[in-house]
């Protein structure tokens, strides 16, 4: 580039100088020193005049150029250069114009510039493109800029600690570089609204203390490769940069296969109250992004399509949060952690979607207002979503979960454990639940997991308060041990009102028994319902057969009801000590084993005349009520007391005998079990066929041997009679 001298100014009747003070004249002085660079394009005639500068604002315009100072200035012409100007003559800093070659100049001045004046209005001429570093720093007088040319470019420091400036043409800027305007406290609204923006560089705004309104262009200039490059590392200061809160937006004017993404540039700046998009495009927000942002209210999340780690960590006044961009990729570990204001949380899944753990876990009841919060999942995807491990783990603020759409769901070990205020959950379309998905979560008053078919170890661990759980059972269903211990437990809720529960099982099997309780094909380990104090009914729909392999519902004190429709097989233990008092079981061929229902001493078995239901009630001295109105009936009052006794009389055909036939109709079937039964109670005498025909167990006598042996006959658990010793 090559140095001018300095040039005279040329005093036009439509472009003046005044400066403040007494009345001044501009003298002769050596030439100007370069410092750094604004660009400025105007030649000069070269003629000189001595100007005097009248006390006002200062305005430049074209190649005009203010002079300031305590002392006369010297200007002087050269043919076709922009003015030079020394603002201090004790000094020999100036604003010098250089040229750079191609028809612009750049500018660099004095750190004095504008002393002692006031109120300074500064426009540089259309030529004027580059400005140089620090030309304007520390300028503290300096009032407000103008560009005439529609490309600035500002380097370094180039208005730092302009203290009183208030108003620029940031609409004109294209590029500036670090600490541009750091300290320019007078500020309240940037524009960077130039559809060729493109660096911003670190601390540009640092220390601009009453910003209100920001605006940024985002350019393919700025937003390369998918990244922010053209915004630097805290723009707007760090965390401990004091100020007003404003409001931050982005206007997207990228290419649409472009993504913008926010780096940690804006980590710590916690004076950004809200932030906006205009236009069309998709965001990225990086790690630590606004990291602890306390200031931060309402974030505009429709273009938001990736949220990386710890992006919006302990943003504590963030109101809420819905991801719900139909490309959302995303959302990092710990991204909304202790984001304790969020009060509604939208996520919209997709097939793409990749969720981090504790992305929105708030853990604990932190000091201060906060409240419980909603969070909603609507289910865009087409293939099964797994929901990360710890999704929510120990988020003691989650209140409700709700699942919006058909799109099918695993959860994850973990996904919501320990979430302790939890009291509203659905599910959705969910296929299986991890290990302690939801464990400790016990104030959940409902579930209905009938799409389920796979429950890990403790999934649903003590959730004690529940009052409806809804359960489906499939021929590929696995329960692993411990996955509904300790639930429905609580006798009554916090306040002290009685709670009463209802457990529903959908039987969608079909090709074989589900065995409950028992390690197998369908479960792990001895799965049980025991000790739900507060269970009083059990319902079951569907076709699928279920097996109560023992123990299932052992002191379930408050049960009184149990539907038994599609029950084929009740183990020993399976009823003991509950509060059943009727039990209806139309089943004829049924399989009890002994002491299924001990202990449970006000109970009354309903069932068919001749059903294995009636021989088990005569064989443990519990009454019976037949639901064909058969005549033969078995009543007791309480254990142990007296027995009503019908003697039936049977009269073989032949002398043949056939064991099991008690009947003496020629086959073996249940009904011979029920004589036997009744027969072995003393309710009823054999006759001599008959009592040939009882000798399954082969010891000599007719008793409960005999009825047991029988019974497993006709079960099919031995092949044939007798059973010998």
Known sequence: ???????????????????????????????????????????????????????????????????????????????????????????????????????????????????????????????????????????????????????????????????????????????????????????????????????????????????????????????????????????????????????????????????????????????????????????????????????????????????????????????????????????????????????????????????????????????????????????????????????EREDRLLNTFEVVGNGELYYSDGNFSYCENLTKVNVGNALGFGREAFVNCYKLKSLDLTSAHLFDNEAFKNCAELESLKLGVYDDSQWYEGAFDDIMTATSDEDGNKISSTLELYMNNTERPFELGKKGVNCSANIEFTSMYNLTTVKTYGDGELRLNGGQFSSCRQLESFDFSNVTFIGKYAFVNTGLREAKI????????????????????????????EAYATANNIPFVALDGGTTTTSTTGQGSSTTTTTVTTQGSSGTILLGDITLDGRVDISDAVLLNKATAGSVMLNEQAKDNAECYADGNIDANDSTALLQFLVHTIASLPVRE
């Open 1 to 391: 580039m090559m140095h001018h001298s300095p040039a005279f100014i040329k005093n036009k009747s439509d472009r003046y100088l005044k400066g403040q003070g007494s009345m001044k004249k501009l003298k002769r002085t050596a030439a100007g020193l370069l410092l750094a660079g604004v660009m400025c394009v105007q030649a000069l005639p070269m003629t000189a005049w001595a100007v005097d500068l009248p006390a006002s604002d200062v305005v430049v315009t074209d190649s005009d150029t203010i002079v300031s100072d305590t002392a006369p200035v010297l200007v002087e012409a050269t043919t076709n250069v922009p003015v030079e100007v020394q603002c201090d003559t004790s000094q020999t800093d100036y604003f010098t114009f250089e040229d750079n070659g191609d028809g612009n100049y750049t500018v660099t001045g004095t750190t004095e510039a504008f002393r002692e004046l006031e109120n300074v209005s500064l426009t540089l001429a259309e030529d004027v493109k580059f400005i140089g570093e620090a030309a304007f720093a520390n300028c503290t007088n300096l009032k407000s800029v103008d560009f005439e040319n529609e490309e600035m470019v500002l380097y370094k420091d180039a208005f730092h600690g302009c203290s009183r400036l208030k108003a620029v043409a940031f609409e004109k800027i294209v590029d500036m570089l670090d600490y541009a305007f750091m300290g320019c406290e007078k500020l309240t609204t940037v524009n960077l609204t130039n559809t060729k923006l493109g660096r911003v560089g670190n601390e540009a705004f640092s220390g601009c203390s009453s910003l209100e309104e920001v605006t940024i262009s985002i350019t393919d200039k700025n937003c390369e490769a998918a990244q922010l490059n053209g915004i630097g590392q805290h723009i707007f200061g760090e965390s401990k940069a004091f100020g007003t809160a404003f409001t931050l937006t982005f206007q997207l004017n990228m290419d649409k296969s472009n993504m913008m993404t926010i780096s940690s540039g804006f980590y710590d700046s916690n004076r950004i109250r809200e932030v906006r998009f205009e236009g069309d495009g998709e965001v990225g927000i990086g790690n630590m992004a606004f990291r602890n942002n306390t200031m931060l209210r309402n974030f505009d999340f429709s273009h938001v399509v990736v949220v990386a780690d710890d992006a919006f960590e302990g943003c504590t006044q963030l109101s809420e949060i819905q991801l719900k961009n139909k490309n959302l990729r995303y959302i990092g570990d710990a991204a909304f952690l202790g984001c304790t204001s969020a009060n509604d949380i939208q996520i919209a899944l997709n097939d793409k979607l990749e969720i981090g753990e504790y992305a929105f876990g708030r853990r604990q009841k932190s000091e201060g207002n906060v409240k419980p919060y909603s969070m909603t999942i609507y289910t865009n995807n087409k293939d099964a979503y797994v929901l990360p491990d710890n999704f």
């Open 586 to 613: 139309t089943r004829t061929d049924i399989m009890i084993e002994n002491k299924a229902f001990g202990s449970c001493d006000n109970l009354t078995l309903y069932g068919y005349t001749g059903s294995t239901v």
